[in-house]
């Protein structure tokens, strides 16, 4: 991490509120400043207001033209996954049956475990994703290969070791006891070394016996300030499993809020067939929502319900999903997000969408402060994206448009090539090669 005083001029936007239920929700400078020291925010505003300021060794790195943001932030990634996106099948079911589970066999291996581990975080970081909440597999090694390989690039990431001990093939099975002594060890090994944060991870409740879900609250009783992520809602036939499997429970996630694993810091994926107790539930316990639209609309799941999350006040952040998932780029995640809202009836806007994948996300894992704004003192991960970077988007956004349609074009039409740089811990971790 450079310790001198670094400086970054440029088009500079962040939130500082919901943009669904505030006026005054983002910071724009067109012409900004952000000040970067020992790896964290310390001013970010006007250019002519901030320049005098800034000390004679410091560097000033001209970004002009482009926009500086806050890193994107994916609340629900599955890196094993990595090797089988775009695999075609049927529904989540035998979706998971063809090629999830094969394909997380492999991780029983360490050296395989390393090499998709820094592939998948490259990948994030050209998509201009510097934190994500994360799934491994059922072997411990794939945790270990995951943070170390996170270390190395110094990124703030949230992971944790599949549970499951039922409904999948004997290879990936683990036991209730060993789940919770292998999950136990790692939060000790990893929960906040450095910038690790560690996430109790039942893969769903049809794959966990009640013991192992229970023991996994207990878990996450006796660990307050770890992360607890799975997956609930996604699919209807899924649902029907879990009828069958929990007919005492009220609804799917009340078979996990009867474990005690509604509270702040839990990371629900999908969160589309709920109903309205199940949304208050989690707007009473700070438990939020990652909504994955190019997972839900490859596999058919179902559309996520904006409106009624918003009515109920859910935590909302937006998120891949990759494998089910078909792009690591949160600007592709917001084209779909956008298209998923029309077709339910409501209106997103790109305000929003850039919200929900910074602070939305930020406030959804308790991190407001620490990553997703550029208040001062934050971590220093930034991005910087170009609306010039394909010819389409140059010809789009030539008009001088208001921020909203320029932000709006962005992620109907950016991608990875729309990163031009990236940043984490104030340390350049990306930038694009122009071809
Ligand atoms: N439900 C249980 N496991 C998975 C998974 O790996 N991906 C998705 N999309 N849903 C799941
Ligand atoms: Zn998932």
Known sequence: MPNNLQAYRGSLLHFVADPAFSAQSHVWHEDGLLIVAGGKVQAAGDYAALRATLPPGAELHDYSGKLLLPGFIDTHVHYPQTDMIASPSEGLLPWLETYTFPTERQFEDPA????????????????????????????????????????????????????????????????????ARDTEALIRRWHKRGRALYAITPR???????????????????????????????????????????????????????????????????????????????????????????????????????????????????????????????????????????LKGSYLPALRMFYLATLGAARSMQLEGTIGNFAAGAEADFIVLDPQATPLLQRRTARGESLEELLFALALLGDDRAVAATYAAGRQVHARVMT
């Open 112 to 179: 395989h475990a390393a090499g998709v581990a820094d592939f998948f975080l490259d990948e994030l970081l050209r998509c201009g994703t510097t934190t994500a909440m994360v799934y491994c597999t059922v072997h411990p090694q794939s945790v270990d290969a995951f943070f170390a390989a996170s270390e190395q690039r110094g990124l703030r990431m949230v992971a944790g070791k599949v549970m499951m001990d039922r409904n999948c093939p004997e290879f990936l099975r683990d036991t209730a006891e060993s789940s």
């Open 204 to 342: 769903f409740a049809p794959t966990s016996t009640g013991e192992q879900l229970r023991l996994a609250g207990e878990l996450a009783r006796a660990y307050p300030d770890t992360y607890i992520q799975t997956h609930v809602s996604e699919n209807e036939a899924e649902c029907a499993w879990v009828r069958e499997l929990f007919p005492a429970s009220r609804s799917y996630i009340d078979v996990y809020d009867s474990y005690g694993m509604l509270r702040p810091r839990a990371m629900y994926g999908h969160c589309i067939w709920l109903n309205e107790q199940d949304r208050v539930r989690m707007a009473q316990t700070q438990s939020a929502a990652a909504i994955c639209p190019s997972s839900n609309l490859f596999l058919g799941s179902g559309l996520f319900d904006f409106e009624r999350a918003d009515q109920a006040g859910v935590l909302l952040s937006l998120a891949t999903d990759v494998g089910g998932g078909t792009s690591f780029s949160m600007l592709q995640t917001m084209n779909e997000a956008y298209k998923v809202a029309r």
